[in-house]
């Protein structure tokens, strides 16, 4: 890699729009993310984070903007570059997504098969590596619906990694799993990054796990980025905003209640159907 | 919204659900080397549709054909001509009863299947997870489980059919006395070749719109618990309205 190649940021997105049912999710959205560094795209729920996952893997297209991974505005690749840019990603989806009539093994091996021409044993080889460093070669035989939450976000991590792609994407890495299974993928993602160099992209509302891995951290709120800056800077924000959501506070900016009619009137008008 | 609106707005529906599983089956043809490169695939789909669903299809063939054995035997006893079951039967069975039903029971028990799974794949994020590895999961999902349908379901009315006709013959022969020479020369004699390609035509036009839809269902269910649900019960619903008309014009085509 030269080095014009590798300041080059790996994802740029530049100005997005996008709307779905009506609704809007990015008015104006834009943000770099740096080559080899561990960035955190935070924000509260329903804000588009996954939305924004999707469109760097191509699979949703921005009304207007572009979105740059490593120099190629995704939306305007052919079916088949998508297809070569997609070889050099991995994702962990946030509810695993493996192929429920493989086994651990077969998923693993699942892309390398359909992607190379390798011989069996060295694939028996790669995959049996992957699960070693997840933790899981003792479970290479099992189904999926034989493994834990945690078990089976660590499969989908070995499977995202196996063909040792430059960029790795993680949909709420660390939802739903046990203090132990979040330590292990915490870690897995931070050896991933230092180890092998891959630029990663975490999207996760777990602001004490994420600040613990992350070099830059994207605040996104109404659709667009509200603050930006290493957790530390973020945590010394002046904006409100920020602050209630690197804090965890219930109640700020972002109201704990969900738009409603007076309580006190409500409640008195009694028997006035609400559903 | 007025009547006109509303019919016009469920016509505007319809006609985009009509273009939507066009440019579906149009990207299953783009698809389909991959699935033609990985024949493992739709030979696992074939014994998912097909040979799970023997049983079933047999035991209703077996019915059915019994069923014939005792109308044939009441209508054509009354013109005195019981020796006439056996071309009746196999009639009846090639050129309507076996397709249709077929189709109708492939829809009930192999096209749910194929539904519920695929949109459970997407419910699952299973189908992103492929798009995301660049694979495509036209090719590698819907291609196989449509090939295997539509391979089945005219072996699977070959097999009714089969079964049906020993049916009548058990009926016909054994419990109510029709000569058994007389059933078997009676349906060599009328039955032509003609009978048997209609109940083929059928039944291969039956097999494709019934895994087209069952397939179609599934990849565009909505992804949740009531969404699979939805789609299942319109690829049943939507297949037995599709066949019984398809039959219709298949005939009065062919007649």
């Not at chain 1, 997005?16 to 990015?26: E, L, M, P, Y």
């Not at chain 1, 990603?89 to 695993?96: P, T």
């Not at chain 1, 959501?245 to 209640?257: C, E, I, K, T, W």
């Not at chain 2, 009315?157 to 020479?181: C, E, K, P, R």
């Given at each position: ?55 760097i893997t191509g699979q949703l297209r921005p009304v207007s903007g ?50 190379t021409r390798l011989p069996e044993t060295l694939i028996r080889n ?146 006035q159907r609400h559903d | 919204m007025t009547k006109a609106n509303l ?249």
């Open positions: 890699m030269t080095d014009a190649q590798a300041d080059r940021p790996m994802i740029e997105v530049e100005d997005v729009r996008f709307s779905t049912a009506g609704r809007v999710i990015f008015d104006g959205m834009s943000l770099t993310v740096l080559r080899g560094r561990i960035t955190a795209i935070m924000g509260p729920s329903g804000t588009g984070k996954t939305t924004l996952l999707r469109m572009r979105v740059l991974v490593d120099g190629q505005n995704v939306p305007g690749l052919s079916r088949h570059e998508l297809f070569a840019l997609r070889r050099r990603m991995g994702m962990l989806f946030q509810n695993s997504a493996l192929l429920t009539d493989y086994s651990v093994f077969d998923n693993i091996a699942f892309p390398v098969r359909e992607h790669l995959v049996l590596t992957k699960l070693q460093a997840v933790g899981l070669r003792g479970a290479a035989q099992l189904m999926p619906t034989q493994l834990s939450g945690g078990m089976g976000r660590r499969v989908a991590l070995a499977r995202a990694m196996v063909l040792d792609p430059d960029l790795l994407l993680y949909d709420e890495p660390f939802s739903g799993l046990d203090p132990i299974s979040m330590g292990m993928v915490l870690r897995l993602i931070k050896v991933n990054n230092d180890v092998l160099g891959v630029t990663s992209v975490v999207v996760s509302h777990d602001v004490e796990e994420i600040n613990q891995i992350a070099d830059y951290c994207y605040v996104v709120s109404g659709g667009r980025v509200i603050g930006a800056g290493t957790p530390d800077e973020l945590k010394r924000s002046d904006s409100e905003l920020i602050r209630q959501f690197m804090s965890g506070a219930p109640d700020g900016p972002v109201p704990f209640h969900y738009p409603a009619p007076d309580y006190r009137q409500q409640l008195l008008n009694e028997g | 019919l016009l707005r469920r016509l505007t529906q319809a006609i985009r659900k009509l273009g939507a599983v066009t440019l579906f089956f149009v990207g299953m043809l783009q698809a389909l080397p991959y699935a033609v490169r990985r024949p493992a695939l739709v030979s696992r789909q074939v014994h998912n549709a097909g040979v799970l669903s023997l049983v079933i299809i047999m035991t209703s063939g077996f019915f059915v054909g019994m069923v014939i054995g005792l109308q044939g035997y009441d209508a054509f006893s009354r013109l005195r001509q019981e020796d006439l079951l056996g071309a009746g039967a196999a009639l009846t069975l090639l050129k309507e009863l076996g397709p249709v039903v077929t189709a109708l029971l492939f829809a009930g028990r192999a096209g749910t299947a194929l539904t519920a799974e695929i949109g459970l794949m997407r419910a699952t994020d299973q189908i992103s997870a492929m798009e995301v590895m660049a694979i495509d999961p036209m090719g590698r999902i819907a291609v196989p489980r449509f090939l295997g349908g539509v391979i089945s379901v005219p072996l699977l009315t070959a097999i009714f059919n089969s079964v049906g006709i020993l049916g009548a013959w058990f009926v016909g022969v054994q419990l109510m006395g029709v000569d058994n020479g007389a059933f078997w020369s009676q349906m060599q004699e009328y039955v032509e070749t003609g009978d048997v390609n209609e109940g083929i035509l059928k039944s291969v036009v039956f097999g494709v719109a019934a895994s087209l839809v069952a397939v179609f269902e599934g990849y565009t269910a909505e992804p949740t618990a009531e969404g699979v649900g939805l789609a299942t019960t319109r690829t049943v619903v939507i297949t037995s309205v599709l066949v019984l008309i398809l039959d219709y014009m298949i005939t009065a085509f062919l007649l």
